[in-house]
């Protein structure tokens, strides 16, 4: 009876930690976390990349020997029937031969399988980048719409509490009525807007599920945090990061390396590979005779490896060249991130500093000017709406930088 009740008691602790294990979509690193795990895209490039190493070491191999039988004057002229059995014929001839490429050929074809591992790694690499920079961005938008209906919600809380002082003021005889059909209408807006804001946040739940490779319809926490943005990037910095550890331009480098390699195999091959055979000769139950051979082919075609020469040198200056233009887009590229980086942080301090404090100040003096006659009630719905403005724009402006934020990381292929 003891041990049953401790083994339920576990059950039911095991249970209960299975049931406390966090959901994903409280902070973008439990996205990211649980995306390294089942992202189908990661888990498939890293597989390519493994395939891809796995076929350095064949390509620099000996080819596989042959071994050929040869059975002569199997019939013993005429003096018995065809047979196969190596002692009844006339002699028996076997031939071992392993063919021998010329120096130095093995080494290129494994360095060209080695440039391709390369690409497939930085390929993993660039895919996950990717993966990351989406999550991050959908993050944001995630992020940004959470608070928006938790904005908007508090808004038409406000706008009913209006529309009571709004009420209270026509029964007693101090405001028309229309101040509170105005009010009315204003809440109806808004209802219908969050009804949009919350179709917007159902999808942005769906599709970060399917970066997870989770149902569609799984439960995500509510977002509750954003990164944080460094306060200071210096493009110099990030320029030598970002041709340092780009997975493209890391691609494009490896693929130079590959075509450098090939164009000296191609080069190579005006030399002659070679085949290198021992014979032992077998007549009836005894090796009496044992020959060598030595066979090459003649690379008489002179034409046609020059043209394969030609083509792989203008590969490699193909390759090079682009290398060299993907090198000036990601830099602009990353100009234009910094910059954009610059203009919504600072609209985020305009929205914070100046916007924000101006708009709750305008409202609170219409407020109080309502409620003594100063002032008519279009214009508190107006202060109310400049407050909700000022709100969201500091919203979008913080969500706009983590969008920066994700583009200049997915170019630098590393977080800052």
């Known amino acids: 009876m003891k041990h049953a009740r401790g083994a339920l008691l576990l059950i039911l602790a095991l249970a209960g930690t299975a049931q406390a294990e966090p959901l994903p979509g409280a902070s973008v690193e439990s996205l990211l976390a649980a995306a390294r795990e089942h992202s189908p ?174 149902p569609s319809g799984a439960a995500l926490a509510e977002p509750a945090v954003l990164r944080p943005v460094p306060a200071r990037l210096d493009e110099a910095s990030l320029n030598a990061r970002l041709l340092a550890n780009n997975p493209q331009l890391a691609i494009e480098a490896a693929r130079v390396g590959g075509a450098e390699k090939s164009r000296d195999l191609a080069y190579r091959n005006r030399y002659p590979d070679f085949t290198l055979g021992v014979a032992p000769m077998q007549v009836q139950n005894r090796v009496d005779a044992w020959s060598l051979m030595l066979e090459m082919n003649l690379p008489l075609q002179q034409g046609t490896r020059r043209s394969q020469e030609r083509e792989s040198e203008r590969m490699l200056e193909a390759a090079a060249a682009r290398q060299e233009a993907l090198g000036h887009r990601l830099r602009g590229d990353l100009t234009a991130a910094l910059s954009n980086l610059d203009g919504a942080r600072a609209t985020e301090q305009i929205s914070r500093n100046r916007l924000l404090p101006q708009a709750e100040l305008t409202f609170k003096s219409a407020l109080a000017g309502y409620e003594t006659g100063k002032v008519d009630f279009a214009t508190l719905l107006d202060a109310q709406r400049q407050i909700r403005n000022a709100k969201l724009a500091l919203l979008r402006a913080q969500a706009s930088q983590q969008l920066r934020l994700a583009e200049i990381e997915r170019l630098l292929g590393e977080d800052l």
């Open 41 to 214: 895209d990661v888990r498939m490039v890293r597989l390519e990349a493994e395939a891809a190493r796995e076929r350095i070491q064949p390509a620099g191999a000996l080819p596989d020997p042959v071994l050929r039988v040869e059975l002569e004057n199997i019939t013993r002229n005429g003096s018995q029937g065809a047979t196969l059995d190596p002692s009844r014929t006339g002699d028996t001839k076997y031939t071992l031969m392993q063919p021998l490429p010329f120096w130095g050929k093995r080494d290129l074809k494994r360095d060209v399988a080695a440039a391709e591992a390369t690409q497939a790694e930085g390929r993993a690499a660039d895919t996950w980048s990717e993966v990351a920079s989406r999550i991050k961005t959908l993050y944001a938008q995630y992020w940004l719409t959470g608070q928006s209906l938790q904005l908007t919600r508090e808004n038409i809380e406000l706008t009913r509490r209006l529309e009571q002082i709004a009420q209270a003021r026509y029964t007693g005889g101090l405001a028309a009525q229309q101040d509170a059909i105005r009010a009315q209408l204003e809440r109806s807006a808004m209802d219908a807007e969050l009804v949009g804001m919350e179709s917007e946040f159902h999808h942005l739940m769906v599709f970060l599920n399917a970066m997870l490779a989770r």
